[in-house]
């Protein structure tokens, strides 16, 4: 039997794992919905629609996972963190039922289709600026009496969740343009590609920004990021992220198709380590342990077994779905 105190980091290791999947997978989805209005009627929005056609719903499973996951593995933090964001929850939600229902009506309805537009933008950048926020709102503190949330209804709206709602917005907006670099062709390629040099460059700034307000949010972060001898080990993240800048403009700049989303994907891994860096091993910063809101152990190593079933089966259709629409993509397909 493991121990109770190794299931929890396995757990958390799992829903970090189904969080950060989600957030690459879903959002260069995201980002094209962002992205969209500044593409041209006819060909350009065709070839961004079905880039992500075979799969952006199936994208969508991991953000199931990690919610679902959160309330079975870790109760107590799902019971605090979902009164304190009730309404950024409530947000992403709707978008992202806005944003599917559009995708699938701007086929079907052609006579309403700048209106399905309209919604499927709104909903993308609705759902990204509330997960954004979201993730503002538990970096920088959840009030906790006890066991139960203490705040009030607005304490998620800070400058600091409204700069990270409005950074990933851009970074979303990066991986859609870098996704349909590598997918489409034509104009839609080449309008994908001027927007991903600009987006870049914000992507980078606000990627600054996050890094140097976050320390300021509280003592443990300063600690953990500029105390010796941890700087030795947290000073390469900033460092690679550098290196990964200079890779991408590079490959912008010599016209790779996959290179700049490759790139793009590592900047948003560099940035969940340094989420990592920052809360681990706290689920609800400073406020209550991956240990306190653990699930009983019997609970958590149920779980355990049907998640180790279910995870792989997932995995391999979602690459094998990739792997057959792997090619590029026309007004009419792929191919």
């Keep these: 039997m493991i121990p109770a105190h190794d299931l929890a980091t396995i757990w ?114 609705v759902a990204t600026l509330a997960q954004g926020m979201l993730l503002g709102a538990v970096l920088q503190g959840i009030r906790v009496d006890g066991r139960a949330y203490a705040g009030g209804w607005l304490d998620w709206l800070t400058p600091f969740s409204a700069l990270t709602g409005v950074s990933l917005v851009i970074g979303y907006a990066l991986l859609g343009a870098c996704w349909l670099i590598g997918k489409t062709e034509g104009a839609a390629q080449a309008h994908a590609r001027r927007l991903a040099f600009p987006l870049g460059i914000a992507t980078f700034v606000a990627m600054a920004a996050v890094s140097a307000a976050t320390p300021f949010l509280s003592f443990d972060y300063w600690h953990r990021w500029f105390e010796m001898p941890g700087v ?53 910063p400073r406020a209550v342990t991956i240990w306190q809101a653990a699930a009983p152990a019997s609970s958590q190593m149920f779980m355990l077994v049907g998640t180790a079933i279910v995870m792989p089966l997932i995995l391999g259709y979602t690459g094998w779905a990739y792997w057959v629409f792997r090619g590029k993509v026309g007004v009419e397909g792929y191919h």
């Excluded at 500044?38 to 350009?44: K, N, P, R, T, Y």
Aim: overall charge negative; charged content about 10%.
């Design 232 to 284: 030795l080990l947290t000073a390469q993240v900033p460092l690679l992220v550098v290196i990964a800048a200079v890779a991408f403009f590079w490959s912008l700049g010599r016209g790779k198709d996959r290179m700049p989303f490759v790139v793009a994907l590592c900047l948003f891994a560099l940035g969940f380590v340094g989420l990592g860096i920052s809360v681990f091993p706290y689920v609800v």
């Design 12 to 125: 958390a290791c799992i829903l970090a794992f189904s969080i950060f999947t989600y957030v690459v997978m879903d959002g260069f989805d995201l980002g094209i919905g962002i992205l969209f209005p500044s593409f041209a009627v006819g060909d350009e929005r065709d070839q961004a629609m079905n880039s992500i056609a075979p799969v952006w719903d199936g994208n969508e499973t991991w953000l199931v996972l990690g919610g679902g996951g959160l309330m079975a593995a870790f109760p107590l933090a799902y019971a605090i963190i979902l009164p304190a964001t009730y309404p950024l929850v409530v947000a992403m939600l709707l978008g992202l039922v806005f944003r599917g229902v559009a995708f699938e009506y701007r086929w079907r309805d052609p006579r309403h289709r700048a209106l399905w537009d309209v919604a499927f933008t709104t909903g993308s950048i």
